[in-house]
């Protein structure tokens, strides 16, 4: 029998995280899970194990230095392997230009670009001498577009697709596969919406967490030879 695969999921106390940890865990994967609240990561680990997987919280702040070190080489201690990371926390702040803050830039720039980019670069040394891995980054459609009042956190979505393009012409040589996975619209806590369907006046329309979660399994359970490169998703509903 093949020897069971771990992913690391950051962001994974809540929202779209949350369900794919969720889901790595019941396909049977290690999942070592990642975000600042370990409250929250307690409960997803234990869900996990209820569901019968196996789980290792490594709670910590990834604007941190030193965080991205730590969380990778715990999970290697805890689960003996790596095979999967998942780049997905994240934040959003939503502002006319002109009504910018001051640390709206390294706020967003610190956990949605440089914090996926230290990730990376602690991950990549383990890859290589396994021999491999994946690593998917959790952009966004505004990774594409311009959005209005969203210009920051568009930039930094436009900066890690960027990244994403870069990591892959660099680390394919070492079978070190890398893709860009892009939702629209989501329930989750982003940019202090609610998850709550019943109480979500956008349920109706919007996508969920686990309509991303399908797709980053999809990537990280292709063929050998396959190497997606990004996935767009689009709510299948554009009036709103
Ligand atoms: N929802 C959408 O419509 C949408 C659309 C496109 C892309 N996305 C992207 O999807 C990703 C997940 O967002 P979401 O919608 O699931 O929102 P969410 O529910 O707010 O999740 C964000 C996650 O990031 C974690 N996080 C925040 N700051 C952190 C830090 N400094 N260190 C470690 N973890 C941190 C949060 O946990 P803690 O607070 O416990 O640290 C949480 O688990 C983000 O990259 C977001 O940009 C979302």
Redesign the pocket.
């Known amino acids: 029998m093949a020897e069971q695969r771990a992913v690391l999921v ?10 794919i940890a969720l889901r790595f865990g019941a396909a049977g994967w290690k999942v070592a899970i ?5 409250a ?2 307690n409960e997803v680990a234990k869900a996990i194990t209820v569901a019968g997987g196996e789980a290792f919280v490594a ?6 230095f030193g ?1 991205h070190e730590r969380v990778v080489n715990d999970t290697l201690e805890h689960l003996g392997r790596l095979d999967v990371l998942v ?6 702040r939503f502002e006319a230009v002109e009504a910018v803050q001051d640390d709206s830039y390294d706020d967003q720039f ?3 670009v440089w ?1 996926p980019l230290a990730m990376v670069r602690a991950v990549v040394p383990h890859f290589k001498q396994a021999g491999g891995g994946q690593i998917i980054n ?5 990774g594409y577009v311009g959005i209005a009042e969203g210009s920051v ?1 568009s930039a ?2 436009w900066a890690l697709r960027g990244l994403n393009e870069c990591w892959r012409e660099e680390l394919y040589p070492h079978n070190i596969k890398v893709a860009y996975v ?10 202090g ?1 609610t ?1 709550a369907p019943a109480s979500n006046p956008d349920a109706s329309w ?2 969920v ?1 686990d309509d ?1 979660a399908h797709a980053v399994l999809c990537i990280a359970t292709q063929g050998p030879n396959s190497d997606i490169r990004e996935i767009v998703l689009q709510v299948r509903d554009r009036s709103p």
Do not use: C, H
């Open positions: 950051t962001g994974a106390s809540s929202g779209i995280g949350r369900v990642n975000a600042r609240r370990q929250r990561l709670p910590d702040n990834l604007t941190e965080a780049n997905n926390a994240g934040m959003g610190k956990l949605n914090a959790i952009g966004s459609i505004v956190y930094s979505k892009a939702p629209g619209f989501v329930l989750s806590e982003f940019n919406r998850e919007a996508m967490p991303v």
